[in-house]
C-alpha cells in the first residue's frame, strides 16, 4: 500500500508540473521578426504584461531542439493613455546565422515560452532574388487581406513583407489594447517572415510611441527612418509624417531630409550602385494621387512632393532629391486604393517608349497600394484619372514584388475581392541605374 501511494503521489507530482502554469504576465505574445541591417542577423521582437528575461532558443533546421540561445533585453512602455498601461517589449538579435539557412525557434525564459516559429535567414548575395508583400493600411478591423497573406507565407512565397504605414486602426486605442490585438493577428505572419515598416498617419497619437516601440527596424532613429540591402537593392524607409505633425518637432523633418539625402549619396557612389543598382523607397503618403478625398496627394502642390513654404526655414520636398539621385522605384500607402503610375517627374511623363513604357524610364515608377483593408473601407477615385494615372482599382488587396536581378523588377496586383486574382502585373526594366538613367 506505501507503495502505491508512493507511486500515486510521483504520477501527481508529474502531472502537477505538466500542467504549471507560468506566472500570470509572463508568457509572451506578438512576436514578430525583422532585419536589423547587419550582415547575418535577425532581431525577435515580443511582449509581455510583466517583466521577465529576453530569451531566444533556437536551431537550424532538422538539428537538436533549441541548441542555441542568444539573450537580450526589454524596454518598458507606457501606453499614454489614462489606464497608463505598462508593457515589456523584449528584443533579442541572433547573429552569425548561417545565409539563406532555415531556423527553428521559441521566445520567452523559464516563466513562460511561445510557440515554436521558424524563418529563413537573409540570403546575402548580390544575386539573390527577394519575393516581398507590399501594403498599407491594414487594421484590426476588416482586415480583408489578412487570411490570403497568412496562407501564402505559410506556403513560403514570401521572403519580406512590407507594410508601408497605418497599423490597427489605431494602436492607441482601448489603451494600446487594439494594438495588442493586431500583433497578435499579424503573429501569424511576421513571426516567420521579416515584417519591415514604415509608420503612417494613424500612428500619430502620443508622438508615434506605440509605432517606435512596438517595431525593432534598422538604425538609431526610433524606427522613424533608415535603410538596408537585400539582393541587388537598397531599400529605404521614411517617414512622410514629418510634414503633416509639426507638433512634435520641425528638427524631425530637416534630420529626416538630411539623412535621404546622405543615404543617397552613400548609396549612389560607385562601388554601392554597382552592387546594388536598385533604390527603393517606401513611405505612407504618397506625392501622387487621383483619389477624390482632398488628401496631400490630390494637391498639385503636395508637401512630401514639394516642401512646405509656411515654415521658418522652409522646409523642402522629396521629388528633387530622389530624383537627381536616380530613385527607381517609390512604394506608398495611405490612399484606400491601388494605383500604379506611369513614370513621372514633375506632373509630367517619361516613359521609356509608346510600346514598352517601364523600359528604361526617365524617371521614377509609383505605386500606391493601400487598399489592405480596415474600417475606414475604401477610398474613391476622380472620374477622369489625371495623365500619368495608368491604372487604379478599389478592390481589397495587396501587390507582390520580386527583384529579379540587377535589370528587372516584377509587380503585381493581387485582388482579394477577386479570390486573389492578379489585376495588373508590370516587368520594370532599368539597364541603367541612377541619374544617368534620365538621360
Not at 507565407?153 to 490597427?168: C, E, K, R, S
Amino acid at each position: 500500500m506505501a507503495l502505491l501511494l508512493q507511486c500515486l503521489g510521483l504520477i501527481s507530482g508529474l502531472i502537477s508540473a505538466a500542467v504549471s502554469v507560468p506566472p500570470i504576465g509572463t508568457q509572451p505574445e506578438q512576436v514578430h521578426i525583422s532585419y536589423p541591417g547587419v550582415k547575418n542577423s535577425m532581431v525577435i521582437t515580443w511582449s509581455t504584461s510583466n517583466q521577465t528575461e529576453s530569451v531566444v532558443e533556437f536551431n537550424l533546421w532538422g538539428q537538436t531542439l533549441f541548441s542555441h540561445e542568444m539573450k537580450g533585453n526589454y524596454s518598458v512602455f507606457i501606453d499614454g493613455g489614462p489606464e497608463n498601461r505598462t508593457t515589456y517589449i523584449h528584443r533579442v538579435t541572433l547573429s552569425d546565422l548561417r545565409p539563406g539557412a532555415a531556423y527553428v525557434y521559441h521566445c520567452g525564459s523559464d516563466a513562460g515560452w511561445s510557440d515554436i516559429f521558424s524563418f529563413t535567414s537573409l540570403n546575402e548575395s548580390l544575386s539573390f532574388s527577394p519575393r516581398f508583400a507590399l501594403f498599407g493600411d491594414m487594421g484590426n478591423e476588416n482586415p480583408q487581406s489578412l487570411s490570403r497573406l497568412q496562407k501564402e507565407t505559410q506556403m513560403g512565397m514570401y521572403d519580406v513583407i512590407l507594410h508601408i504605414g497605418d497599423f490597427a486602426y489605431d494602436m492607441h486605442e482601448d489603451n494600446g489594447r487594439i494594438g495588442d490585438e493586431f500583433m497578435r493577428q499579424i503573429e501569424s505572419i511576421a513571426a516567420y517572415t521579416p515584417y519591415m515598416t514604415c509608420p503612417g498617419n494613424h500612428e500619430w497619437s502620443y508622438n508615434f510611441s506605440h509605432y517606435r516601440y512596438r517595431f525593432s527596424m534598422p538604425g538609431h532613429t526610433e524606427n522613424l527612418w533608415y535603410s538596408w540591402n537585400i539582393g541587388p537593392a537598397h531599400i529605404i524607409s521614411f517617414s512622410t509624417e514629418v510634414y503633416f505633425y509639426l507638433e512634435y518637432g520641425l528638427d524631425l523633418l530637416f534630420r529626416q531630409y538630411e539623412w535621404l539625402k546622405r543615404d543617397l549619396q552613400e548609396a549612389n557612389s560607385p562601388d554601392q550602385r554597382s552592387e546594388r543598382p536598385w533604390i527603393i523607397t517606401m513611405a505612407h503618403r504618397p506625392m501622387y494621387c487621383s483619389n477624390d478625398d482632398g488628401d496631400d496627394c490630390t494637391r498639385f502642390e503636395s508637401y512630401v512632393r514639394r516642401g512646405r513654404n509656411d515654415t521658418k526655414p522652409t522646409a523642402p520636398g522629396l521629388e528633387d532629391l530622389f530624383y537627381q539621385y536616380g530613385v527607381d522605384l517609390e512604394l506608398w500607402a495611405h490612399e484606400h486604393t491601388y494605383e500604379r503610375l506611369w513614370p513621372v517627374y514633375d506632373y509630367k511623363v517619361y516613359n521609356g517608349s509608346f510600346k514598352e513604357p517601364y523600359v528604361n524610364p526617365k524617371a521614377p515608377v509609383h505605386i500606391i497600394t493601400g487598399s489592405a483593408g480596415c474600417r475606414e473601407k475604401h477610398d474613391g477615385f476622380i472620374p477622369k484619372p489625371r495623365c500619368w494615372s495608368a491604372f487604379r482599382s478599389t478592390d481589397y488587396g495587396y501587390t507582390r514584388m520580386q527583384l529579379i536581378n540587377s535589370t528587372h523588377l516584377h509587380l503585381e496586383q493581387v485582388s482579394d475581392d477577386q479570390y486573389g486574382k492578379v489585376i495588373d502585373q508590370i516587368m520594370l526594366v532599368k539597364e541603367v541605374h541612377g541619374p544617368d538613367a534620365w538621360l
